[in-house]
């Protein structure tokens, strides 16, 4: 059975940094895509960044300041997060799928999200 777990959310003044880990359990990240999404209260979710193959992609409003990526050894992809602000506030969730230019609905193995809270 494939499972993915995030961690490592908090609350953080604005500014700081966090740093997320997806770890993964039931694949191999070798071969595999992992992305990063997000949800705000009361918004949509929304993708965060995605590596596969070695390649990285972001979202315009966390480039630059987010940096994704992976320990194949230990089976995590990690979401450093720096430079957050308020609106960074939401759960991020990983997901898995084929490649990155997947649709959101094609991701799966959805974990429970960690809270990311940064005040002001």
């Known amino acids: 059975e494939v499972q993915l777990q995030a961690s490592g959310g908090g609350l953080v003044q604005a500014g700081g940094s966090l740093r997320l880990s997806c770890l993964m359990s039931?694949?191999?990240?070798?071969?595999?895509?992992i992305g990063w999404f997000r949800q705000a209260p009361g918004k949509e979710r929304e993708p965060v960044s995605c590596?596969?193959?070695?390649?990285?992609y972001y979202a315009n409003s966390v480039k630059g300041r987010f940096t994704i990526s992976s320990d194949n050894a230990k089976n995590v992809v990690y979401l450093q997060m720096d430079g957050l602000k308020p609106e960074d506030t939401a759960v991020y969730y990983c997901?898995?799928?084929?490649?990155?230019?997947?649709?959101?609905?094609?991701?799966?193995?959805w974990g429970q999200g960690t809270l990311v809270t940064v005040s002001s």
């Open positions: 039931g694949i191999s990240f070798d071969g595999n895509t």
């Open positions: 997901a898995s799928a084929s490649g990155c230019e997947a649709s959101m609905a094609e991701f799966g193995s």
């Open positions: 590596i596969s193959e070695g390649r990285q």
